[in-house]
C-alpha cells in the first residue's frame, strides 16, 4: 500500500516530557513508546533537540516480505541511486536482523547502494501493528552539542539540548527574551537560531557571562545587567529557567513579580521551575499553561510551563 504519509522519529524517554512537547511544537505530532509519530510538517526538524528524523513513507507492510514485495512493484517509480537503508526497531520486534532487514530490501530496488555516502538514506520502521519503509528528508543538526563547549556556565546553567528544546516550545518566535539568563544558554540557543535574543541578570558577572558565551560563537544578542523586577524589554516570547534556592518559596517574592513583570512583556513564555508553579503563573496573568514534567534524576524534577499572557 503507498501512502503519502510523513513521520518523526525522536528520542525516547517517558521522564522527559520535553521530548514530547517539542515534537508537538515543531512538527505537529505526539510520538508513541517508539519515538514514533506521524506529523504535519519535517521542515522544523533540523533545529529540533529531541526529534531525530523525518521520514517520507513510501510503503507499508504488515510482514517484512509483503513490504519487500510492495517496495519491488513500486521499484521504478523509487528515485534510489547510490541508497542506504537503516531500521527502526527499538523494540526488537523483527525476528531478522538489521543488516538482514537492509540486505533483503535492498534486493527490490533498482540502483546500487553507497553506505558512506548516500543519496537516498531511507529507513525501515518496525511498528507494533506494522512495518514502513520511507525516506528520510529532514534530520536534527544537532548544533546544540557546539554550546556544550562555551567558555562560562554556572552550577546552575542548563545544557545546550534541554536549552533548545526550551526555545522549540515557542517555534514561532523571532524573539526572545531571557529575563533570568544566568550564564546564557537559552539565550545562545535562540542566537544561534537566529532568532533575536535578549539575555537579563541582576548580576553583573552573569550578564557578562553570557555575553562572552555569545561572542564565543559568533552570535549577537542584547544582554543587559538589570532587575528582571522592572526592567522592560518586549519579546514575542519569553523563556527562562526561574531563580531558585534550595527552597523555591524562599524567592517566592522575587519570583511572582518576575512573573507579573513578565507578562506585560510578551504573548507566550516558557518557564522552568522546580516544582508546578501553575497556580502562581495563573495569580500573575497567564492563562492556558501547559505543564511538562522532566525528571533529571532521583528526586530531582524540572517542570516546564508553556502559558499564554492575559495581558499583553
Ligand atoms: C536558574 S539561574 C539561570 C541559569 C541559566 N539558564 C543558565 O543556563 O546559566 C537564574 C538566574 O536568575 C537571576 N536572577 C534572580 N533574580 C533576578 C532578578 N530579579 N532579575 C534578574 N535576574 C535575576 C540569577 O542571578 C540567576 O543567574
Same mark, same amino acid.
Given at each position: ?5 510523513? %513521520?518523526?522519529?525522536?528520542? /525516547?524517554?517517558?521522564?522527559? @516530557?520535553? =521530548?514530547? !512537547? $517539542?515534537?508537538? #511544537? ?97 529507513? %525501515?520502521?518496525?511498528?507494533? /501493528?506494522?512495518?514502513?519503509? @520511507?525516506? =528520510?528528508? !529532514? $534530520?536534527?543538526? #544537532? ?133 508546578n508553579i501553575t497556580t502562581w503563573l495563573t495569580d500573575t496573568g497567564y492563562a492556558n499553561i501547559q505543564v511538562h514534567s522532566v525528571m533529571k534524576r532521583r528526586g530531582f524534577t524540572r517542570w516546564v510551563h508553556v502559558a499564554e499572557s492575559t495581558v499583553t
Amino acid at each position: 500500500m503507498a501512502s503519502n504519509l510523513h %513521520v518523526a522519529i525522536t528520542a /525516547r524517554g517517558e521522564r522527559n @516530557g520535553l =521530548i514530547q !512537547a $517539542e515534537a508537538m #511544537a515543531l512538527t505537529g505530532g505526539s510520538p508513541d513508546a517508539d519515538g514514533v509519530s506521524t506529523c504535519e510538517r519535517i521542515d522544523r526538524i533540523d533545529r529540533a533537540a529531541y526529534v531525530h528524523r523525518g521520514v517520507r513513507i513510501i510503503v507499508s507492510a504488515d510482514t517484512i516480505e509483503e513490504l519487500r514485495d510492495a517496495i519491488a512493484v513500486r521499484a521504478n517509480t523509487i528515485q534510489s541511486d547510490r541508497f542506504r537503508i537503516d531500521v527502526h526497531d527499538p523494540e526488537g520486534r523483527s525476528p531478522l536482523g538489521r543488516i538482514e532487514i537492509a540486505i533483503m530490501l535492498a534486493d527490490a530496488l533498482q540502483e546500487f547502494p553507497d553506505l558512506g555516502n548516500p543519496l537516498h538514506h531511507f529507513l %525501515v520502521i518496525v511498528g507494533e /501493528r506494522n512495518l514502513m519503509f @520511507g525516506e =528520510i528528508e !529532514a $534530520e536534527s543538526a #544537532a548544533s546544540y552539542r557546539l554550546h556544550d563547549n562555551k567558555p562560562w556556565t554556572t552550577s546552575s546553567s542548563l545544557d545546550g539540548r534541554f536549552s533548545r528544546a526550551l526555545v522549540n516550545l515557542v517555534p514561532d518566535a523571532r524573539s526572545i527574551l531571557d529575563p533570568c539568563c544566568g550564564a546564557g544558554s537559552i539565550v545562545v540557543e535562540a542566537a544561534s537560531l537566529g532568532i533575536e535574543a535578549f539575555g537579563v541578570d541582576w548580576k553583573p558577572a552573569l550578564a557578562g557571562m553570557t555575553h562572552e558565551n555569545l561572542a564565543h560563537f559568533g552570535y549577537s544578542g542584547t544582554v543587559v545587567q538589570a532587575d528582571s523586577r522592572s526592567h522592560v524589554q518586549y519579546a514575542d516570547a519569553i523563556v527562562t529557567d526561574l531563580p531558585y534556592g534550595h527552597a523555591i518559596n524562599a524567592d517566592e517574592g522575587v519570583i511572582r513579580a518576575i512573573l507579573e513583570q513578565c507578562a506585560g512583556l510578551a504573548p507566550r513564555a516558557v518557564f522552568v521551575a522546580p516544582t508546578n508553579i501553575t497556580t502562581w503563573l495563573t495569580d500573575t496573568g497567564y492563562a492556558n499553561i501547559q505543564v511538562h514534567s522532566v525528571m533529571k534524576r532521583r528526586g530531582f524534577t524540572r517542570w516546564v510551563h508553556v502559558a499564554e499572557s492575559t495581558v499583553t
